[in-house]
């Protein structure tokens, strides 16, 4: 008797099972958590690839990038006899996934038999899924697409169907055609005909058959997949496919794009019990239950109940009288249905998904201790394979010069007027990503940002607020804050070497002497001649751009300016009894009147401890660190929002908030502050570090498209913005690097 040929198993794992949520969500899709009481979905149909007994197998897993970490610490325990994984940067459905497959098999093994399933669906046993795959080989062999139907025992409206034509019989029976989920008297009747069977999604084919479909029907794909596999990349012995080439494939699934028109499809009745576990009401046929025919799984008090899912995740549940009902509640949702209508969560995640909820998308993080650089590699690859290669591209006027003021998510420029301290915010990135010695055009970038400021540049010395898209001056106003940008920008780019950066600031300096310093020695204006309100905030900025001046020439004259603004920090914009930092002041640096005089600001509490201990670093005045502790503690204290920890934008000096919404700003100079804190000694931080950091990557940058972010979170959560400032990116940029630590470059 021959040996049978080999067959190579491939898991498709992409899928995000929205229905079943709130359990199951992007982060943690339900193939990696174990519903049906063997371990994890995805190892268990791992496990079953592996254990083929009639003949030899394989198994590769073609799963997310973004869950390449945990698929690679949960394969390492396993030898896939030859396999690996494949990991796609973006999702493009089935039939990307079944071409991928074939190709795959092509180029390693030659025209072999390919058995495609997907990773998230109970079978029972393995010995009869294989013995089941067994019966299909043959017509394989000889050019058909096998498909595995299951035998209807209800009028299921979940599940998509195959007709196999009339007088069939045998274990290989032809198909007659595919059919989508029907409305339930459609299915009452497939059920009632006989010859139709719910598709399992699985599919066993000779690799060139698949390539010849493919040919036929979708050639596209197919070449696209071809492409996409030729530039890959393989790290860890795993590959990795380069986004900018998959994601241009059409998302389309293989029923859709092939199976439904191709004339060479058998089915083989399945053998084994199966469960797709679509809703949770699956999982009452697949879970242990109690004597009343409950499934109850966590901290769940249930009494005088009957045929219920009662499920919990870190909060009691109680419930007394219920039949036929779905309760799933996890520490940020919580799901009741029917049972019978459990499958529509889909409605709710999609309602969720349209008002930019992000409990559709993003697991609350568990309250516990992560180690210490848990999300390097993940910040690595958000700035230097994300976030610069975009804002080179695509944040950068090359037509008028300087950078764009915002884009909207879809990566495009909005158009807005460009303020001077966005200029120079972005000009200061660029000079990061040059010290890190990043492969990008960092230099040339530096040189295109200061260019276009100069547009802006006043007779005295000064330089204007706003300017048009073109360069032309809109706002001519010679503003303190925009003034400490640039110098911190210029500091920087002649740490980098920019040959007119120490002019420029040597000149910007005279300008800021002569024009915006206080006579009274008291502070700098808010603008020449002094008729605003006064603030701290510029003042910080400017703490900033002296700091960075010292560390780029090591002058201690600049030490000496910083410590005239330390010392009005003490004297004025710092109250020792709240332990608050105010924001605005009359012309004798007393808090403003009305609600002015009571607004302050978490994000600049973190910021300005950052600052001290930067300066107290430099100055040996060590006092400043105990100061910046009391700024922590009230920024912590008062200022966090407990629905989703992110910072307030505002809070009053009594701790009530003002602004309830969060920008991504203050979530960075939280993660600053903390580290600075971690350094100067003092309770350990690197837990909180990792808190706030994990904090940044769920609400404000997991959620946005690639190297882009939220710049606004409401207060429940829902996004409140729809373009993204590039001025947000100096913080982030600082904030990361500074995560990272040195040499950020060379890599996680």
């Given amino acids: 008797m021959p040996t049978p040929p080999p067959i190579t198993c491939f898991v498709m794992s992409g899928g995000i099972g929205s229905r079943l949520w709130p359990l199951s969500r992007e982060d943690n899709p339900k193939q990696f958590h174990d519903l049906a009481g063997n371990g994890s979905m995805l190892m268990s149909t791992v496990r079953r690839g592996l254990d083929r007994t009639a003949g030899a197998s394989s198994v590769y897993l073609i799963g997310s990038e973004r869950h390449a970490g945990r698929v690679q610490e949960q394969l390492s325990a396993l030898d896939l006899k030859g396999g690996q994984a494949i990991f796609e940067p973006v999702g493009r459905n089935t039939a990307a996934a079944v071409a991928l497959a074939a190709q795959v098999t092509l180029e390693q093994r030659g025209d072999g038999l390919c058995l495609v399933m997907p990773s998230d669906h109970v079978i029972e046993t393995t010995a009869q899924f294989w013995q089941t795959v067994e019966e299909g080989v043959p017509a394989a062999e000889i050019g058909q697409v096998v498909v595995f139907g299951i035998r209807p025992t209800a009028p299921e409206t979940g599940f998509g169907y195959i007709e196999v034509g009339e007088g069939s019989d045998g274990a290989v029976r032809a198909v007659r055609r595919f059919v989508e989920k029907p409305d339930e008297a459609t299915a009452r009747t497939y059920l009632d005909a006989g010859n139709f069977f719910w598709n399992a999604g699985i599919f066993l084919f000779r690799a060139s058959v698949m390539h010849e479909a493919f040919q036929k029907h979708r050639p596209s794909i197919w070449e696209g997949v071809e492409r996409a596999l030729h530039g890959r990349c393989e790290e860890d012995g795993a590959i990795f496919l380069p986004e900018s080439l998959y994601e241009t494939l059409e998302n389309d699934s293989i029923d859709y794009a092939v199976m439904e028109r191709f004339d060479r499809i058998s089915l083989v009745e399945a053998g084994f019990r199966w469960n797709d576990l679509g809703s949770w009401s699956a999982l009452l046929d697949v879970a242990a239950t109690d004597d009343r ?75 516990k201790v992560i180690e210490a650089g848990a999300h390097r590699q993940r910040a690595w690859q958000w700035l230097f394979g994300e976030a610069l290669p975009l804002w080179c591209e695509k944040g950068v006027d090359r037509i008028h010069g300087g950078f764009h003021e915002s884009l909207t998510f879809a990566g495009e420029p909005t158009g807005a007027d460009r303020r001077m301290r966005t200029m120079a915010r972005q000009t200061y990135a660029f000079c990061v990503a040059s010290d890190e010695s990043w492969d990008g055009p960092a230099r040339d970038l530096i040189d295109h940002g200061l260019s276009f400021m100069k547009n802006g540049r006043t007779d005295r010395g000064g330089w204007s607020a706003v300017l048009s898209p073109k360069g032309e001056v809109i706002d001519p106003t010679e503003d303190f804050y925009d003034t400490a940008f640039v110098l911190f920008a210029l500091a920087h780019a002649h740490r980098c070497g920019h040959p007119d950066a120490l002019e420029l600031g040597n000149e910007t300096f005279h300008f800021l002497e002569n024009h915006l310093e206080d006579t009274s020695l008291r502070g700098f204006l808010e603008a020449p001649g002094g008729k605003r309100v006064r603030r701290s905030n510029p003042h910080m900025h400017m703490l900033e751009a002296l700091l960075a001046w010292h560390q780029a020439t090591g002058d201690r004259t600049y030490l000496r300016q910083a410590s005239r603004i330390v010392d009005l920090f003490r004297s004025a914009f710092f109250d020792t009894e709240s332990w608050t930092l105010g924001e605005y002041f009359d012309d004798d640096w007393r808090p403003a009147e009305g609600e002015d005089g009571q607004w302050t600001e978490p994000g600049h509490h973190f910021e300005w401890a950052w600052l001290l201990i930067g ?38 000096r009594r701790g ?21 804190l971690d350094h100067a000694g003092g309770p350990d931080m690197r837990p909180e570090v990792e808190e706030r950091v994990a904090r940044l990557f769920r609400w404000h940058l997991d959620p946005a498209p690639n190297g882009m972010w939220i710049d606004l979170v409401g207060e429940k959560g829902a996004v409140a913005t729809q373009d993204v400032p590039a001025s947000i990116f100096y913080h982030l940029i600082s904030a990361l690097m500074l995560y990272l630590g040195s040499n950020a470059r060379s890599g996680p």
Avoid: M
Avoid at 305 to 319: E, F, I, K, P
């Fill in 615 to 652: 300066f107290a670093d430099a100055s040996g005045q060590n006092d400043l660190r105990e100061i910046a502790r009391r700024l922590y503690a009230t920024g912590t204290a008062y200022g966090l929002n407990r629905w989703t920890g992110l910072a307030y934008n505002a809070v009053s």
């Fill in 656 to 676: 009530l908030p003002l602004d309830r919404n969060s920008r991504a700003w203050p979530q960075t100079e939280i993660i600053k502050a903390a580290i600075a």
């Fill in 293 to 367: 025919g409950n499934v109850v799984s966590g901290d769940v008090l249930a009494i005088d109940c009957d045929h219920c899912y009662l499920r919990s995740h870190g909060r009691l549940v109680s419930a007394v009288g219920l039949k036929d009902t779905a309760v799933i509640a996890t520490s940020d949702a919580i799901f009741v249905a029917p049972v019978a209508k459990s499958q529509n969560v889909k409605n709710v995640v999609s309602e969720l998904e349209r008002s930019g909820r992000l409990e559709a998308r993003f697991t609350p993080s568990p309250d």
